[in-house]
């Protein structure tokens, strides 16, 4: 079984920052790319950035590109989000994803998912 573990979000001012990590563990599987998607109330999750795992190339949402910064460190099996200039509209349930093969990153098809961590801007 896979595990992946959210930590870091929390409520903030706008303009602020907020660095979320997510933890893997348990059965060692392929990674193609992990990523970081968002829900908020009453809207469908989408996706925010995602980092190809074999060489770092990194995807970004346009609403967050120049904002947010996708890194990983492979000996720990950890991918971060690092949040700044954080906006009242970047408030939701940010979720981390981890997908096995190379199709869309875009989409929601990943194979695992954490819980899921809450971050919250207000104005």
């Known amino acids: 079984q896979v595990q992946l573990v959210e930590s870091g979000g929390g409520l903030v001012q706008a303009g602020g920052s907020l660095r979320l990590s997510c933890a893997a563990s348990g059965r060692a599987v392929s990674t193609y790319y992990m990523g970081w998607f968002r829900q908020a109330p009453g809207k469908e999750r989408e996706f925010v950035a995602t980092i190809r795992w074999r060489d770092g190339t990194t995807y970004y949402a346009d609403s967050v590109k120049d904002r947010f910064t996708i890194s990983r460190d492979n000996a720990a099996d950890t991918v971060y989000l690092q949040m700044n200039s954080l906006k009242p509209e970047d408030t939701a349930f940010y979720y981390c994803?981890?997908?096995?093969?190379?199709?869309?990153?875009?989409?929601?098809?990943?194979?695992?998912w954490g819980q899921g961590t809450q971050v919250t801007v207000s104005s």
């Open positions: 994803a981890r997908k096995i093969s190379p199709s869309s990153y875009y989409y929601t098809n990943y194979d695992y």
